[in-house]
Nanobody, 122 residues
Framework: QVQLVESGGGLVQAGGSLRLSCAAS????????MGWFRQVPGKEREFVAV????????DYADSAKGRFTISRDNAKNTVYLQMNSLKPEDTAVYYC???????????????WGQGTQVTVSS
């Protein structure tokens, strides 16, 4: 069982930065791949980034490449999403998720946080 709690969302101007954190409970955190997803009302949940259990592999959505960086600290049971050069279209609720496989599809993840709102003003 893994419980996830996101933090770090907020309101930022276009071009600004935010760092999201996702704190996990449970001793098996290091066994899971961790993903970040986002969702806006009326749309499906969208993949943003994923990191392998060791942190050695990462993957990003095209919209995130070059601007976002996913990282993890297994000693702290925490995964991060550093978001730079934010755009208004990045506005969404951001969710972290834990799953057994290094995948981009939300169905691969069995544990989800409650989400944190990111709003980027133009």
């Amino acid at each position: 069982q893994v419980q996830l709690v996101e933090s770090g969302g907020g309101l930022v101007q276009a071009g600004g930065s935010l760092r999201l954190s996702c704190a996990a409970s449970g001793r098996t955190f290091s066994r899971y791949a961790m993903g970040w997803f986002r969702q806006v009302p009326g749309k499906e949940r969208e993949f943003v980034a994923v990191i392998s259990w060791s942190g050695g592999d990462t993957d990003y959505a095209d919209s995130a490449k070059g601007r976002f960086t996913i990282s993890r600290d297994n000693a702290k049971n925490t995964v991060y999403l550093q978001m730079n050069s934010l755009k208004p279209e990045d506005t969404a609720v951001y969710y972290c998720a834990a799953g057994p496989l290094f995948r981009a599809h939300p169905r691969s993840y069995g544990y989800w946080g409650q989400g944190t709102q990111v709003t980027v003003s133009s």
